[in-house]
């Protein structure tokens, strides 16, 4: 059974950095993409970025040239780095999985950006 666990949330202040990752266990550490979504209050989740297993990366117009998304197979993990953040980049973090059609989420982390 698939199961992936986010880490790496917190407060910071506007301006600052935060990398998430996400934790791939109970397979082996394959997919046809991985991603990240977030979730403010009030509001639905919304896509942030996605790497493809070969490698190919791409993000959402609100983070692009702040967030880098990167793989490490040999750690089943995969993770977000955010830099320049800001109040509005504040959210629950998700990562998902998606092999063969289906898709699997974290439980979610919690990044808050302070003013």
């Known amino acids: 059974q698939v199961q992936l666990v986010e880490s790496g949330g917190g407060l910071v202040q506007a301006g600052g950095s935060l990398k998430l990752s996400c934790g791939a266990s109970?397979?082996?550490?394959?997919?046809?993409?991985m991603d990240w979504h977030r979730q403010a209050p009030g509001h639905e989740r919304t896509f942030v970025a996605i790497i493809t297993s070969g490698g190919r990366a791409n993000y959402a117009d609100a983070v692009k040239g702040r967030f880098t998304v990167s793989l490490d197979s040999a750690k089943s993990t995969m993770y977000l780095q955010m830099t320049d953040l800001k109040p509005d980049d504040t959210a629950v973090y998700y990562c998902r999985k998606i092999l063969h059609g289906r898709a699997y989420w974290g439980q979610g982390t919690q990044v808050t950006v302070s003013s």
């Open positions: 109970g397979n082996t550490f394959s997919f046809d993409a």
